[in-house]
T-cell receptor
Framework: AQSVAQPEDQVNVAEGNPLTVKCTYSVSGNPYLFWYVQYPNRGLQFLLKYITGDNLVKGSYGFEAEFNKSQTSFHLKKPSALVSDSALYFCAVRDQGTNAGKSTFGDGTTLTVKP | SQTIHQWPATLVQPVGSPLSLECTVEGTSNPNLYWYRQAAGRGLQLLFYSIGIDQISSEVPQNLSASRPQDRQFILSSKKLLLSDSGFYLC??????????????FGPGTRLTVL
């Protein structure tokens, strides 16, 4: 079984400050981890993923995420937040043994960046 | 490049009426296809996934069904809608034959309101 948790429903940061959106996961094997962003009434947009290798993954729009196996975490980060980063963010996990790419998504974290 | 389309964008239907939502993918062959439902702007629930024509798996027993009449067309249907079917329906695709590491790419979604 696989599961993912996003412990914060809401994250508020000031523009220009660093941001972190948290994600923890549980899988029986090794994980593949994904971050997506969703703007209001839109589909999800892929930001980045961790497959293997370097624990720090860089993605779109200046976002990055750090895979920490011992803490089973994959937190999303950005050094300097923009107002336009305000959106709903989803973490997803997939066990490497999963067929057909079936993912489990977190409940989402709403990021609000204030000017 | 690949693109994914969904229609209609919004739909208001009375309880007990039928439903047909359509998803098409361009620029790729034999993709894996997925239907998700997002309730109240939060987490995603996988409803169906398909690895090929006439190969559809249901994840959650419910009032909905899915069909794949063509390689790149995925349809979500219901014979009689319930109030609880309201939500934001998202179609996604991933590369054919890919493993669990493959990224899912989402369509723009259909907002369904059942009255």
């Amino acid at each position: 079984a696989q599961s993912v948790a996003q412990p914060e429903d809401q994250v508020n940061v000031a523009e220009g400050n660093p941001l972190t959106v948290k994600c923890t996961y549980s899988v029986s094997g090794n994980p593949y981890l994904f971050w997506y962003v969703q703007y209001p009434n839109r589909g999800l947009q892929f930001l980045l993923k961790y497959i293997t290798g370097d624990n720090l993954v860089k993605g779109s729009y200046g976002f990055e995420a750090e895979f920490n196996k011992s803490q089973t975490s994959f937190h999303l980060k950005k050094p300097s937040a923009l107002v336009s980063d305000s959106a709903l963010y989803f973490c997803a996990v997939r066990d490497q043994g999963t067929n057909a790419g079936k993912s489990t998504f977190g409940d989402g974290t709403t990021l609000t960046v204030k000017p | 490049s690949q693109t994914i389309h969904q229609w209609p964008a919004t739909l208001v239907q009375p309880v007990g009426s039928p439903l047909s939502l359509e998803c098409t993918v361009e620029g790729t062959s034999n993709p894996n296809l997925y239907w998700y439902r997002q309730a109240a702007g939060r987490g995603l629930q996988l409803l169906f996934y398909s690895i090929g024509i006439d190969q559809i798996s249901s994840e959650v027993p419910q009032n909905l069904s899915a069909s794949r009449p063509q390689d790149r067309q995925f349809i979500l249907s219901s014979k009689k809608l319930l109030l609880s079917d309201s939500g934001f329906y998202l179609c996604a695709w991933s590369v054919s034959g890919g493993g669990a590491a493959d990224t899912q790419y989402f369509g723009p979604g259909t907002r369904l309101t059942v009255l």
